[in-house]
């Protein structure tokens, strides 16, 4: 008798896996946690306006998402799409210092903006991308509140 248990064991587990196997689980979509956001976070204090910090992160970000696709060619091309992006980076930042009291943080965010322009009319944008882009948002550190 006990080799027959042991026997029926393995097809017992064979048996439920096989059957296993052809089941679909139902999982409710309140149950699986939303993907992450992008979208720009409330940091709102004296004299700066609810999402302007977070916006211009994000433009800043975007930006160089896009510059990254442009920065492995060197075609003309490429060079037009750079300044391209980087004038209309240059655009969004301005429009949020419009919307912004604090004297350090529009200091700020017309650097930003001016540097952007800047990297806009080199002849080689890449050399601003390798260069001084990588550290223009830190003009935004300790500006924005929390």
């Known amino acids: 008798m006990p080799r027959r248990r042991l026997t029926l064991l393995p097809l017992a587990l064979a048996a439920t896996a096989a059957l296993a196997a052809g089941c679909e689980i ?3 979509p309140e149950a699986i946690p939303a993907p992450i956001s992008i979208a720009p976070t409330p940091s709102a204090s004296a004299g700066v306006p609810k999402y302007v910090c977070s916006a ?3 433009t800043l970000t975007d930006g ?3 510059l990254a696709q442009y920065a492995a060619s060197s ?3 490429a ?3 750079m300044k391209r992006t980087f004038t209309d980076m240059a655009a969004q930042v301005d429009a949020e210092v419009a919307r912004v009291s604090d004297p350090q943080l529009r200091t700020a ?3 930003i903006s ?3 322009t800047a990297g806009a009319q080199q002849s080689d944008p890449a050399a601003y991308i390798e260069g001084d882009f990588q550290t223009v948002g830190q003009k935004l550190d300790g500006k924005c509140g929390e």
């Open 26 to 28: 139902d999982i409710a």
């Open 56 to 58: 211009v992160y994000k």
């Open 64 to 66: 160089a998402l896009k």
């Open 75 to 77: 075609s003309d091309e």
């Open 79 to 81: 060079k037009a799409n």
């Open 109 to 111: 965010l017309q650097d």
């Open 114 to 116: 001016a540097d952007l």
